[in-house]
Structure formats: structure tokens, C-alpha cells
């Protein structure tokens, strides 16, 4: 007898709890005001910088972001509209950047005549950056200031 | 036995013919006794308006992109690769469509555009790139004389919409601007010597200058 009570006050329990739960619309910076169990509607896409500045790497090795728009850039066998301006042949006329010369080696590291086919399709490690604030911050550090701060007062 | 005996027999086709044209150019030459001066001056007059309007009417039909894509040579390859571009769907709602940029608008030079267009209908009969290999084997020679004829008459087409004069470079992007004044206000170069492939997708560009 007293195990059927439990069962019931239990049933009791969850149908009342599922029932303020479908009630609550869960706020969270990242979701907005959906509820859970509606998609939402999507944030307006930001548009891409669109700049001739360079950004300053995070590590050494980072591949260099794109500064600028890349819009119907065509980059496939046909041809690499990037490289009509950082070509080493190209980079007099257009002031751009030449791509870096480790483009130019192939997987045994010998130094092609121009940009090694591995390293043909720029958007595999470079791309433009958005103007949207990102809904979750960044805490990276970069390695001169995780430096400095182990040695307080600077280390170089 | 239809010929009657001593009936002259009936002249061959191109005699017939012949005689045809002299009676009428007979008829032509002649002053008309029917009508007076000012009803055929103005009936000349009416049936010019009604030519020239009607040749000027089916010129324009030839010249909209309904007709372009009515070929699947066009409406499957170049119209499906300008669908994406900037030129097909915009902020602004204007849309460049084929005639816009490979006609001439200047009526001389469209009659001279045209005429050279009958090739292309040659090309549509004979089916020299109805299928997707085929045009994409034609693909660097037709880019070819596209980039030929825009370098040719200074990329009249574009500038039909964006003219160098009332381009305002503040409100372009730094590096657009910088190459603008550089490039295009010194006539040093034309827009297509830098804005290939904008409005279609490019062809092998190996040998092409500025490409790699």
C-alpha cells in the first residue's frame, strides 16, 4: 500500500515538473530568448573586414588572416584569384604581400619554381574575419606575455 | 496529253523567273497613273514606321535574357554560373543581365554585335557546345574574345553602369581605391584587365597575363 503512494506522489512529481519545465524559456547569452525547444531566429550576418591592413599573429607559425573581402574569389584547376596579386611576379604591381616562400617547397622540402599544388588553395589555412562580436570570449594568451608574466618585470 | 498541238511548250523555271522579275521591275519603273504622289509618300511614309518599328521590336526580343537563356548552351552554363555573382543578386535589387554586358547599348555598334552574332547561331545549329564537355573545351577561346572585345572598345560595357567619374574612392575599400586611382584614373588599364571572371566562372588560365 505504501509502495503504491510513493509510485503515485513520484508520478505526481515528474508530471508536475515536466510541466513548469516545458514553461521555462532558458535565457542564455548564447541561445537568446528561444525556448529549447525552438530553433530561433538567426542572428543577421556581419560582414567580412575589409581592409589592406595586416593583423598581428598569435603564434609564429599562425597562418596570416585575410584582411580583406574574398567574394567570388575563384580559387580551383582553372585558377587562383589570389594569386593574380601575391604572386611573386604579381606582388610590384598590386603591393601585396608575396606569399611566403615556404610555399614554394614541396613535401621533401626542395623549392618549386612557384606555389607548390599542397600549397595551391589559399582558404585551407587563410581566412577573412568577420566583423561579428563572438558570443563567447577568447582568453588565449600569447607566448611574449605568458613569458613576462613568469618573470615579472619582463623577460625577452 | 494536256499540251495542245501547235501551243508554244511552257518555258522552264528559270526562264519563268526571269520573265517575272523583268515584268516587274517594268511595273516599278514606271510612273503609277492609280495613285497620287501624296498617297505613295504616304503610304511609303506608314509602311517605313511600321518596318522600322517592327525590325527595332524583334531587335530588342533578340536582346533580353529570356531569350539568351532560351538555349540550354546558355541558361544551363553561363546563366547558372552568374546566378551566384554580384551581378545577378545584390543589395541594391539591380540586375545586370546578359545583353547589359555583351551588347553593345549604342545602336550602331549593337547592329554590328549582332551581325556577328550570327555565328553563334551557326554554332547553335551545328551544337559546337551542347553539351557541358564541350563547352567547357571552348571555354578559354570564347573568354578569349570576350576579354578581346571589352579590352578593344575600353570596357564600354561596364562603364555603361559604373563610370570613373562619378566613382566616389572614399567609399571604397582602401585597397579598391588604391588601385583605382592607380590603375583605372591613369587609363594605365581597363576593368577587365583586372575584373576577370566577376560575372561567370574562369577558364584555364595558364598563358593568361596577371594569372598564374
Redesign the interface.
Known sequence: MIRKTAILLLAAALVAGAGSLTAQTLNSGLRGPAPLNEEGAAAPMAPNKNTAEREVRNYPEQPPVIPHSIDGYQIDLNGNKCLSCHARARTAESQAPMVSITHFMDRDGQFLASVSPRRFFCTECHVPQSTATPPVSNNFVDVDTLLSRAAPGGRR | MSTVNGAAPRPGFFARVWGFVVELWGVLVRPSSVFGLGVLVMAGFVAGVIFWGGFNTALELTNTEKFCTSCHEMRDNVLAELK???HFSNRSGVRASCPDCHVPHNWTDKIARKMQASKEVWGKIFGTINTREKFVDHRLELALHEWARFKANDSLECRNCHSSESMDITKQ???AS??HQRFLFTGEKTCID?HK??AH?????RG?P???
Not at chain 2, 566562372?201 to 588560365?205: E, I, K, R, T
Open positions: 551566384s555573382t554580384i575599400s582602401p585597397r588604391v588601385a583586372c571572371g566577376i566562372q574562369l577558364p584555364d588560365m593568361v596577371g594569372w598564374q
